[in-house]
């Protein structure tokens, strides 16, 4: 199963710290989230993969070994900072990207004519891009990064200015990718995405890593774990109860440590109090990067917050 | 470096290019306005001429010293004893017909027989002259003999005219041939004026084996005109080119296109392949302007001066190469830096400067002493080397080691040029909206 290892990659701009000493690993059928606020490095780090930026130190390697100039050409790259030429058909500027990765120009062709058809785009071919709306050239970027069926899929932002209905067709792709075995990264801070499609992630804040892992025991070594309950009384008091906070409709009720849900409800049954809604919250993810980013910030000389150890190479360094 | 890629770039952007609209527009547009223009510029001169010559041309003369001879005076207003240039003017007139424009009636101006009228005394001759009756007034002293200084007169609006020296000339031969009349046989009076004939001369070329032949006055010619072609020809195609690069990587720029680019090529391929397809284009677009232009006959005599000289014109068509692959790539890569199109123009402008400043300002020395140290020093630094080179060619004096060793120093500026321009590029073109630092830049030029 190949992997793909980021190896102690530092990268400097004049008075900046892009990334600092990162290292992780994205393995061959998942897709791997990469997360982290503005302005944190993520950007970087994939032009680094894609040999755009040069590493100040360390390196970035396939299977141990360092990327060749033929793999990168494997790669699907669909960066952050990304357009069309204006001015140039549909068809055009997809047979030329098909190309520049090696596809002949009939193979480019015959893909792109593909693609746009999938992406509901096929009486597009012929038009300019600048006669297509902001939705329709992003998708028409889509398809020219899928174009050479790349082995590594590197996708910045890539729902930004989809309909929900293409947003659903981008999320199968990126699974179908990862499930036909390619590595898949996305970068994105839509939250909710990240955790409906990704199944380990690496979150950047300041050029360093600051969380990777497995998203579930991400979840499980951060944040209280909590309940949203609908009762006939109140909840302050109740034992195992630390504290509560309204949550919509329903009461949030943050769980002692060592405390289970059941337990609550176990307690709640034997004070008489009724229950009209009970539900085990897991802690979402934007929780979570809220807390840690605003950890960093808040105590910039202190060390990281909880270190999640998970996978090879895991853990924060 | 991978060349399908380099193909593939210098492809998209010829044809990218070439399809534009304003490419065409003024690709074939510029050779009917620039007709137009140099019509209308040559017409108006000559209609001009037309009215000037049919002004009064009659000269006064006051023979104060008593030397002129009226005979002779009459015998050049028929235009007897014609000179070679008179005679050369009318043998183009004769070839080109009436119709030859503003060049015929130059030639006629100049050339046309200059009559002399005579007054007694100056008086009359100024009064003459501001009664617009003759256009100048000379006036011979008595003491002409032993001083040979004469006095001029003419009205204080008279506007230029290319037949003023020749007046002051005619009467130096009226006073000539009055000297000579009645005491110079004859026959001797046409080598006494003219002791050197220029059409009854010749000229030999001795080569360096011995052999004499006939000197070639076309192969004198093409010897300057190849490197002199070229060099416009460099110049121009830099220039137009350049113009598509800063203008296309301003684009991409803009586009934010350039990101999905870079991560299939490599940033000197990127540069090589554009440098390739927009040359071309620029190239394509100087050859329709000189075919469908006016020039259509400097592209033949291109080609002829080609057959004349081949050696050196290969020698100028690989430096031109070279030079256009250093100078553009550096343009771009310095070009690129800029944060808008008018901003990295101005970057660029620094490297055109650098390479035709030096032998514009030195081109006499150059050519006066080829194989000299200023000469050497210019033709071997890579941005100096194009059009020093071409020049030092054109001399014929320069050994081939000198050549080798040029091309060899400009063949690894190139690499370095482009290396480097990749470098800038790079660094310029992720950078929206804002300029690399100096250190920045230094960083990059130790990576490259």
Known sequence: ?317 | MNFDKVGIVAQREFLATVKRKSYLVVTFGMPFFVSLYVGLVAILPTLFINQSSSRNKEIGVVDLAGVIVPEEMERMARGEDSDELRQAAEKIEKIAGPRAGMAANLLKDVTAPVRFRTFAAKDEGVKALVAGDIERLYVVPADWMTSGGIESYQSEDAGFSFARGRTRDSLGQLLNRSLMAGRVPHELRPRLENPISNTASEAYTVRKNGEVSTFNPIERVARFAIPGIFSLMFLLSVMISSGYLLQGVAEEKENRVIEIILSSVRPHQLLFGKLLGLGAAGLLQLIVWIAVGTMAVSLLAAAALAMLDFKLFAGCLLFFILGFLMLGSLMTGTGALGTNARESQQLATIWSMLTIMPPAFTWMGILDSPTGTLARILGWFPLTAPITMMLRLGTGKVPWWDVLVSIVILCGGVFVALRVSGGLFRLGLLMYGKRPTLREVIRQLRHA
């Open chain 1, 1 to 317: 199963m190949p992997t793909l290892s980021f190896v102690h990659l530092k990268k400097t701009y004049t008075a900046t710290i892009a990334t600092d000493d990162v290292s992780f690993d994205v393995r061959s059928g998942e897709v791997f989230g990469l997360l982290g606020p503005n302005g944190a490095g993520k950007s970087t780090l994939l032009r680094m993969l894609m040999d755009i930026l040069v590493p100040d130190e360390g390196s970035i390697v396939l299977d141990g070994q360092p990327v060749t100039r033929a793999e990168r050409d494997r790669i699907g790259y669909l960066p952050e900072e990304r357009g069309l030429y204006r001015k140039e058909k549909v068809i055009d500027v997809l047979i030329y990207f098909g190309m520049l990765k090696g596809l002949s120009r009939a193979d480019a062709k015959a893909r792109a004519l593909e693609g746009l058809v999938r992406f509901e785009l096929g009486e597009m071919a012929q038009r300019r891009t600048d006669q297509m709306s902001k939705g329709q050239q992003q998708k028409v970027q889509i398809i020219g990064t899928l174009l050479h069926e790349p082995s590594i899929l590197v996708m910045d932002e890539p729902f930004t200015g989809l309909d929900p209905i293409n947003t659903v067709l981008v999320k199968d792709l990126l699974r179908e990718r990862s499930r036909k075995g390619a590595i898949v990264i996305l970068s994105t801070h839509q939250m909710p995405l990240v955790e409906e499609l990704c199944d380990r992630v690496a979150m950047i804040d300041h050029g360093k890593l600051v969380l990777y892992g497995d998203l579930e025991e991400i979840r499980r070594g951060h944040g209280e774990a909590s309940v949203l309950v609908d009762a006939a009384g109140p909840l302050e008091g109740v034992p195992g109860v630390v504290r509560t906070a309204p949550a919509g409709r329903h009461t949030r009720a943050f769980l002692a440590p060592g405390t289970r849900p059941r337990d609550l409800l176990a307690t709640l049954a034997g004070r008489g109090i009724a229950v009209d809604h009970f539900e085990v919250m897991r802690t979402p993810l934007e929780e979570i990067f809220v807390a840690t980013v605003r950890a960093r910030t808040g105590a910039a000389s202190v060390p990281p917050p909880v270190p999640v150890a998970a996978g090879p190479g895991g853990g924060v360094r």
